[in-house]
């Protein structure tokens, strides 16, 4: 998210008053989301048992090519996928492991699309035969069926309800479990064009705690204790629809906060999915055109200051690193920004790096890892045209991080204390 020293955010009261509205009329404004490739390099390629896929969009996965050895504890999984514009992504390797041990284990695995009213499809992988080879044989046909199964699935009717889905894979987790750990992995952007959270101005100005505590009063969550949400993709545009950063940032925020809400355990996964530039058969889904984000600061003033804020939807960084997760897409996000500092002559420029809070890591590396990406900002800003004479990179570590207040780390929280602040003071 893009901050500067104004808000425009409407009121919790508002937003309660128009969920009822949005549960009575399909709403066609804005959608968008992604749906499952493969390990193969194009589309309409053979499936894993050889044949020739007629379903547009399916691919072929390799079970073999998929590690679930990480995987120790017993699993139970759901995978929800949706469409996407014209596009289809590679579905992260992380993602796809969880199903292929529920398999292995003689668990539950399902799957289902984001489309309005979608039916769970799934179930417990137990083998028959007493031999070792035998069993094997069954579990590698097993995942053969689901993986081609699952590539198979894509929403056919541009419609998309990912708060439903979500709902609807807890339940049937819950239905299903052996007393197994429940996983549910998402591959979506995150946006909907019907249900209770299309896509609208409200809802991306309204406090993510205040749509899930107005969700949970209404009944429209569901129980999710005892079962942890991987998001793939969530904010990530595809094809035509340009998703800003701002409304990326609420998408991250927002459904990790009602999984949370719902007793559950969030994680908003760090994959960036890559496109396979094919699937021109998909579905043609509405696009909404957004008023995009300006990284600029304005003209200032003497004794005037003004501030970016660089979170993660904007500039990500590699995990527990200070290098870029897309350096070309940083470059060109800080040369935007350092054109603007260099039209303030004379200003001072503070690059602040900050993280999450981590029990995982000391406060002494977390200062230095916020310093770290603090330099990278600036030394990108430098090759830029700023002038390095006015530029100090300080590192914060988790200096006012929220995502631990709880004693529990939360996902969702940790999106926001992820980020870099440059502040510009003219003197």
Same mark, same amino acid.
Do not use: W
């Given at each position: ?54 379903? %547009? $969009?399916?691919?072929?996965?390799? %079970? ?11 699993? #139970? ?37 984001? !489309? ?5 499809? $799934? ?76 896509? #609208? ?8 705690? !205040? ?57 908003? /996964?760090?994959?960036?999915?890559? @496109? ?13 055109? +957004? ?5 600029? +600061? %304005? ?5 005037? #200051? ?5 979170? /993660? ?58 310093? @770290? ?5 600036? /030394?990108?800003?430098?090759?830029? $045209?700023? #002038? ?18 709880? $004693? ?9 204390? @992820? ?9």
């Amino acid at each position: 998210m893009i901050t500067t020293n104004s808000t425009n955010a409407k009121s919790a009261t508002n937003i309660a008053s128009t969920f009822p509205a949005r549960a009575a009329v399909i709403a066609a404004s804005l959608l968008l989301a992604f749906l499952i490739a493969t390990f193969a390099t194009g589309c309409a390629s053979e499936s894993s048992t050889g044949a020739q896929s007629s379903v %547009p $969009g399916s691919y072929a996965i390799d %079970p073999a090519g998929v590690d679930a050895s990480a995987i120790a504890e017993p699993v #139970s999984c759901m995978v929800v996928t949706s469409a996407s514009q014209n596009s289809a992504f590679r579905i992260p390797a992380t993602c796809l492991a969880y199903p292929k041990a529920a398999i292995e284990q003689g668990n539950y695995a399902g799957y289902l699309t984001c !489309d309005a009213g979608s039916t769970p499809r $799934g179930k417990t992988f137990a083998t028959t035969k007493n031999s070792q080879a035998g069993q094997e044989k069954e579990i590698d046909s097993f995942l053969a069926d689901y993986f081609t199964s699952v590539c198979a699935s894509r929403a056919q009717t541009g419609e998309v309800d990912l708060l439903s889905a979500l709902n609807n894979a807890a339940n049937e987790l819950r239905a299903h479990n052996n007393g197994s750990k429940m996983v549910i992995n998402v591959v979506s952007s995150g946006l909907n064009s019907t249900g209770l959270l299309v896509g #609208s101005s409200d809802l991306v100005n309204a406090d993510a705690n !205040d749509i899930a505590s107005q969700l949970a009063n209404m009944g429209a969550l569901a129980n999710f204790a005892d079962i942890t949400v991987h998001f793939y993709g969530l904010g990530q545009s595809s094809g035509e629809q340009v998703i800003p950063n701002s409304v990326a940032a609420k998408l991250q925020s927002l459904y990790p906060t009602l999984v949370e809400a719902g007793g559950g355990v969030a994680i908003v /996964e760090p994959d960036v999915l890559t @496109r396979l530039n094919c699937d021109s058969e998909l579905p043609n889904v509405l696009t909404v055109d +957004f008023a995009q984000d300006s990284l600029t +600061f %304005p003209h200032l003033e003497h004794n005037q #200051s003004a501030q970016v804020v660089l979170n /993660e939807t904007v500039l990500a960084f590699v995990g527990d690193s200070a290098e870029f997760i897309d350096p070309d897409k940083a470059t060109a996000t800080l040369a935007e920004l350092a054109s603007t500092i260099m039209d303030n002559h004379g200003a001072t420029v503070l690059v602040e790096g900050y993280t999450a809070a981590s029990p995982a890591f000391s406060s002494d590396e977390l200062v230095d890892l916020s310093q @770290r990406r603090a330099e990278a900002v600036r /030394e990108a800003l430098v090759a830029a $045209g700023v #002038s390095p004479s006015f530029i100090e990179a300080i590192g914060h570590g988790d200096e006012g991080a929220t995502s631990m207040d709880t $004693g529990v780390f939360s996902e969702s929280a940790a999106k926001n204390d @992820r980020r870099v602040v440059v502040t510009l003071s003219l003197a």
